[in-house]
């Protein structure tokens, strides 16, 4: 655990999507204020009212995009590669001075099986260079099933912090250790790219070796255990 | 294991190096003839007569690179980034028809925890574009410690094995287990992006958690032995 400060209200833009709706999930499960983001209000505002009733006692709220990233602390991007640059324009008015968590992975349909990075390198480069300087992106989470999150079964899978800044990186290893998992400094924004590929070869093994939910572990440090 | 055979002869290119020195004494170990290249044929020769001492009943030689490729069926490929595009261009005519398997990682120092794929996408696509396609790249090995492989240690940490022929990738899977490995079909040649970056990510997290030698392992399938 860290004693970085994860700010109390966070916004999961794209939050009715599948990975999102996980994170959502857990992170409201684990007591924080949680602000669904979607393009349609309306399926957020559902969407929240859904969770909230699954996890009684939880502080759940369903916005529109920028209004969600407007209500929080900390934003995490959670949509597809292809709605990426789009939903970030969207978004920046309201991210200055905050920590934006960017979860994407750039897969391009159908190859989804296949690493195709972006030109500036990842996903998570192309939103730093979008937002500039006055917002600290940091990479995390491209590894975790999506079903796996939503499920309340243990997740067998470590995540990857990136960012140029330790301090944000540690506010983002607290976070997914309050949504359950295992997290580690894994260096600068440019080495989300690792992350990124990854989730293409994961995507591979789970057609390969047929009907499975792989993920990774760092090994050679660490006893398993969260922390 | 698999039933596609290995050639029962392995030319390790650079296996005077800490990477393919510990491959070489791993599949020396493990039988398979050996024969260590490098660009100093005394200085292979001199590397293959201690690992010979070492291993009794090991069948070990030493030659300059070119030499020891022509002198396999399958080449292992263990250079420095920086000598990679010579040394591929000096072993190019001893190649053709055989699988080059190329574990090299696209580092480039000062800055080698920084992931720096180059403009090809991986190192492996590089080799894959300069041999052509009479010559089968198969990318492995490359976020196994050094150190490690050089011990007699329990080796914890997975292989991820890319190709664009499912065959070869077997193949390279199958001498993976011989050296003790856990290997896995990771997709095609693009997706060694993920390995290749994935070695930036464990040198930074080496150094960030202090004197360990950090590896991955694949989960959500099989069990977490060999095979």
Known sequence: MNDIAIPSTVAIVGGTGALGGGLARRLARAGLTVVIGSRDAAKAAAAATSLAAALPGSRVTGLGNLAAASAAGLVVLAVPFANHRATLQEIA??????????????LVPPRVARVQLPPEGCAALAAQQLLGDGVTVVSAFQNVSADSLQSDEELDCDVLVTGNKAEAREVVVGLAERAGLRAWHAGSLENSAAAEALTSVLIFMNKRYGGVHTGIRITGIGDGAAG
């Open 93 to 106: 008015p309201a991210l200055a001075g905050k920590i934006l968590v960017d979860t994407t992975v750039p």
